[in-house]
């Protein structure tokens, strides 16, 4: 006799770029299992394919190669919300260095937001010439491991993989159907200040945020730290 199945509740967010609400249900324990797997290991690559999966069975209505990193953040943070619980435990370090004590404090996922606009994705270079860019998705993350993206060739690579189209004053030029070659020609003829405008847009990407205070459990100093991204939140 087949053992019975517990059918999982439904539950619906907007995505935070579009505003678009998408339906999903709480990952199960394969999943989770799976989750934590990656989270372990440390590795990029491991932790977007555990994403990707779990996303694929849980949310309906969204395509996962389309969405922004910080939709990405969002929805794991409503999974984990909902999967798991709406508190987390989180064992802080003392910010004073001398101290060191660590501290248990409590975080209700429901306080934590996506901080930060979507900013306008049209750069203007110089009067003739600009760019169209988008925010990074999980198949452009997927080239590149954590370590790589702390280099400045990974760095410069991302942004080139993530500019959509350049355009003056008589064409547009959709950069799929131009070779990364010459994409990166282009960047290089940049002055360092022009370049600067286009690198703004990426270190302002909207990113799952939120602060925390505590008083050291040990020395009794008074703490704050800003918890950002998914794995400062996913225990």
């Not at 517990?6 to 249900?25: C, D, F, M, Q, W």
């Not at 555990?50 to 922004?68: E, P, Q, R, S």
């Not at 009067?127 to 993350?141: F, K, W």
């Not at 355009?167 to 131009?178: A, G, I, L, M």
Request: proline share 3%.
């Amino acid at each position: 006799m087949a053992l019975p199945i517990v059918n999982a509740p439904r539950y619906s967010t907007t995505l935070p770029s579009t505003g678009k609400e998408i339906h999903y249900r709480p990952y199960n324990v394969k999943e989770e299992k799976i989750l934590m797997i990656a989270m372990e290991s440390k590795d990029q690559k491991q932790i977007i394919g555990a994403m990707k999966d779990v996303i694929l069975g849980c949310v309906t209505n969204v395509d996962i190669n389309k969405i922004t990193t910080f939709d990405i953040e969002w929805l794991f943070l409503k999974l984990r919300s909902k999967s798991v619980g709406e508190k987390i435990d989180l064992k802080v370090t003392c910010t004073d260095d001398e101290c060191g004590g660590k501290t248990d404090i409590v975080v209700d996922l429901d306080l934590i937001e996506v901080k930060g606009e979507n900013k306008d994705n049209t750069i203007q270079i110089t009067e003739e010439i600009g760019v169209t860019l988008r925010y990074p998705d999980l198949p452009t993350l997927e080239k590149y491991d954590g370590d790589k993206l702390n280099t400045v060739d990974g760095a410069f690579n991302l942004i080139i993989d993530c500019i959509e189209s350049i355009y003056d004053e008589d064409n547009v030029y959709d950069c799929k159907n131009e070779t990364p070659e010459d994409v990166k020609e282009f960047i290089d003829s940049l002055s360092s200040e022009q370049f600067q405008k286009i690198a703004a847009f990426f270190q302002e990407v909207p990113q799952v945020k939120h602060d925390v205070e505590w008083k050291c459990s040990s020395c009794g100093r008074d703490n704050k730290l800003e918890l950002k991204g998914i794995e400062s939140f996913f225990t």
